[in-house]
């Protein structure tokens, strides 16, 4: 019996830091406001000549010094985004090139939201468990600045940009690491979080443009209570498939979209709070960069140790979402 564990993480999150009160002086907020509806604090922008592959390369490598591995020895690489450098060719492949990753790799990107770094997982851990790859680097890479409304207070106070990355490779022993994934999807709930413009649909046109029809409209009531549910509800599967209650959880790492959202969660699930990983008070929703830079934060405070259960838990935009246990 094999396994496919994960042997290094890293994340990156840009220099500026960017506060409540910097945003307040640009749209009708206040520091108040978006604390006590979000947590969020502050979040980091890169800089107008840092796209998604120069954060994604960054988090990578902090990910294969931690695998000890090198770009040599990847075979497939994934990246998770909304925001690639450009619509073509993928972000992926600027990063394969740049990095080092042999021309012989399969490389490319994939689009679920907040919930990519899970989907790039879960497809990772099947192609590892089968052989079909040896080692796999997978990364979420997000510069959601690129696309918010910075005149829309409804939606720019929530976003930043970051990634997180990490080497997965199988190993021959039984019940460790990736033990299970939940994943879903349902479009019917494709409305309340969106880019209008830019894709086929509505090519990009100066009318485009002048509507700001690029960035990222929300229906921020609907996703909340989309989000609360769907992630009980691939939480709960997850636990009831494995056999475990919540004692035997220790440590919840829930995409970081709102406080309120995952408090919601913790009371549901009956998990407790100190449970759950909590850094979108720094860094706000940073979509797929959120699970990774989380999770690298959390090895790094000493928050998993050897034998542990964790729950990696997602939402996002499609509506996408899932679960993820990990015993490490
Ligand atoms: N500052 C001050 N007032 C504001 C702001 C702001 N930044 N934003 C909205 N308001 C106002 C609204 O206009 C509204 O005023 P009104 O009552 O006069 O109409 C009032 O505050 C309340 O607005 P609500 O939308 O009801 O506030 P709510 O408590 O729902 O909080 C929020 C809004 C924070 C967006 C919340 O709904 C939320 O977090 N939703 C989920 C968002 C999310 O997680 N998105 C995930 C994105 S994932 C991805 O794939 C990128």
Redesign the pocket.
Known sequence: MASVVIAGVGSYAPQRVVTNAE??RT????DE??VS??GIRERRIAAADEACSDLAIKAAGAALADAGVTAAEIDLLIIAT?TADSPLPSTACLVQHRLGIPAHATCFDIVA???GFLYAMEIAYGQLLTNRYKRALIIGA?K?SAVTDWTD???????GDAAGAAVLHKVDTPNVGILGSDLGADGEFADN?YVKAGGSRAPASAESVGARDHF?R?N?????KS?VRVMETVAREMMEQHHLTADHISLVIP?Q??I??IEALAGNLKIPMDKFYVNLDRFG?T?SASIPLALDEARRAGRVKPGDLTLLVA????L?YGATLIRW
């Open positions: 945003l307040s749209v009708d907020t206040t406001w978006i509806r979000s909304v939201a907040c919930s997000e959601l207070r409804t939606t720019c106070v929530l976003f979080l990222i929300m921020g009531r609907e996703v909340f989000a995409h979209a709102n309120r959202i929703n979509s939402f996002g935009a499609g996408t």
